[in-house]
């Protein structure tokens, strides 16, 4: 079974700095997805980045990157000029990349919630 | 675009009683996931559906049962409620795509939860 760790529970950043959450996972498998989730106060999940296994290339989506270090099993995100919005829980999660019934759920890290002040 | 429909958004309910969970996919979507997420918790898979047929379970309590109808949304039927059941539930739906590099994504679009509280 894969497992997802985040091991920082809260996480502050001053207003247009970067900040970065930290994530481990833990699989036999090789090709697999990995993701950052936003939730903010209103409970909302909302994708904020996805990297595929089998790319050596970081994804990034405008101020958000990753650092996806498949050896290692670490998979940060890095947000850059932080902004009041982001203020969240962020949660990591792992999808196996084969496609049957069975393999296809998400598995959640416990979340880092990230402040964000003036 | 239209997104993942959840209802109700809100249910109250007694300890013993029975409770309905309602999803509606995204349209063209054949493949529904629920997740429980408890306070301060991350979401935890319940159950899943592919072309209506349950294709995968997770920690569901034998309390709880789903389906997926011809229309492909799908409801949660939970039943003898405990105090502990009380979280948000989402619904996510996927459909296959295959991505220019060859490969099959089945990317989980999540709906706005509904939150249960039972007193």
């Known amino acids: 079974a894969q497992t997802v760790t985040q091991s920082q529970p809260e996480m502050s950043v001053q207003e247009a700095e970067t900040v970065t959450l930290s994530c481990t996972y833990d699989t036999s498998e090789s090709d697999y997805y990995l993701f950052w989730y936003k939730q903010p106060p209103s409970r909302q999940m909302i994708l904020v980045i996805r990297q595929e296994a089998y790319k050596q290339q970081n994804a990034t989506e405008n101020r958000f990157s990753v650092n996806f270090q498949k050896a290692a099993k670490s998979f940060s995100l890095k947000i850059s000029d932080s902004q009041l919005g982001d203020a969240a829980m962020y949660f990591c999660a792992y999808r196996s990349a084969q496609n049957t019934g069975t393999a296809s759920k998400l598995t959640f890290g416990t979340g880092t919630r990230l402040q964000v002040t003036l | 675009a239209a997104g993942v429909i959840q209802s109700p958004r809100h249910l109250i309910k007694e300890k013993r009683e029975t409770a309905t969970l309602k999803c509606y996919p995204i349209p063209r979507h054949d493949t529904v996931y629920w997740y429980q997420q408890g306070p301060g918790q991350d979401p935890q898979f319940l159950i899943s559906?592919?072309?209506?047929?349950?294709?995968d379970k997770g920690s569901i309590p034998d309390r709880f049962s789903a389906q997926q109808f011809s229309d492909y949304h799908s409801e949660l039927n939970m039943s003898s409620l405990e105090l502990g059941d009380s979280a948000l539930y989402f619904c996510?739906?996927?459909?296959?795509?295959?991505?220019?590099?060859?490969?099959?994504?089945?990317?989980?679009?999540f709906g706005p939860g509904t939150r249960l509280t039972v007193l």
């Open positions: 559906f592919y072309e209506k047929m349950q294709s």
């Open positions: 996510a739906s996927s459909s296959p795509k295959r991505l220019e590099s060859n490969r099959i994504n089945n990317e989980q679009f």
